[in-house]
Antibody, heavy 116, light 108 residues
Framework: VQLVESGGGLVQPGGSLRLSCAAS????????MSWIRQAPGKGLEWVAN????????YYLDSVKGRFTISRDNARKSLYLQMNSLRAEDTAVYYC??????????WGQGTMLSVSS | EIVLTQSPGTLSLSPGERATLSCRAS???????LAWYQQKPGQAPRLLIF???IRATGLPDRFSGSGSGTDFTLTISRLEPEDFAVYYC?????????FGQGTRLEIK
């Protein structure tokens, strides 16, 4: 069971970036999936999650209208499109498998830095 | 939004001692959708407990979770050296999903 994120990097304020997460070792289309972030030296913050079939999506208020979560079950992949990035979006972004049994599988994280 | 407040912020104990970590919610956490995570420096969090009291697969039985409603506790009965880390509680029964600010468990 593994989640591997990619796509992080340094972006200027107002810029865009798309994070990807490749899943393996489990039936991807049977699980809700989430993005959770952690600013440097800070705690954990849930960002967004998406239902097994992609029909429901939920967001943290501060990212609504700027971030879009999506998934491709055929490719066993999760995505986070991030637009209008702000300095306060700087964080390690974790892809995670979610469900009734909590957030049971986490990726290693990918770092996003928003700075001019 | 359900705010989770963890206490203490830092807990200093010695190996072999008992650790009691608290998580208090600003509203009732629905259907025991309360989880605990352990995070070590440079690592992703690891699920310890879900459903307030159910141990994740492979978790040693020195870890236990309890509580309901708005008050929850993570207990580590006899601390091992590898248990010193930061611990977070999370409620996942209401949106937005929220985490506590963490309790740092350090070696005394």
């Amino acid at each position: 069971v593994q989640l591997v994120e990619s796509g992080g990097g340094l972006v200027q304020p107002g810029g865009s970036l798309r994070l990807s997460c490749a899943a393996s070792g489990f039936t991807f289309n049977s699980y809700w999936m989430s993005w959770i972030r952690q600013a440097p030296g800070k705690g954990l913050e849930w960002v967004a999650n998406i239902k097994e079939d992609g029909s429901e999506k939920y967001y943290l208020d501060s990212v609504k209208g700027r971030f879009t979560i999506s998934r491709d079950n055929a490719r066993k992949s999760l995505y986070l499109q991030m637009n209008s990035l702000r300095a306060e979006d700087t964080a390690v972004y974790y892809c995670a498998r979610s469900g009734f049994s909590g957030t049971s599988v986490w990726g290693q994280g990918t770092m996003l830095s928003v700075s001019s | 939004e359900i705010v989770l407040t963890q206490s203490p912020g830092t807990l200093s104990l010695s190996p072999g001692e008992r650790a009691t970590l608290s998580c208090r919610a600003s509203q009732t956490v629905s259907t025991h959708y309360l989880a605990w995570y352990q995070q070590k420096p440079g690592q992703a969090p690891r699920l310890l407990i879900f459903g307030a009291s159910i141990r994740a697969t492979g978790l040693p039985d020195r870890f236990s979770g309890s509580g309901s409603g708005t008050d929850f506790t993570l207990t580590i009965s006899r601390l091992e050296p590898e248990d010193f880390a930061v611990y977070y509680c999370q409620q996942y029964g209401s949106l937005p999903i929220t985490f506590g600010q963490g309790t740092r468990l350090e070696i005394k």
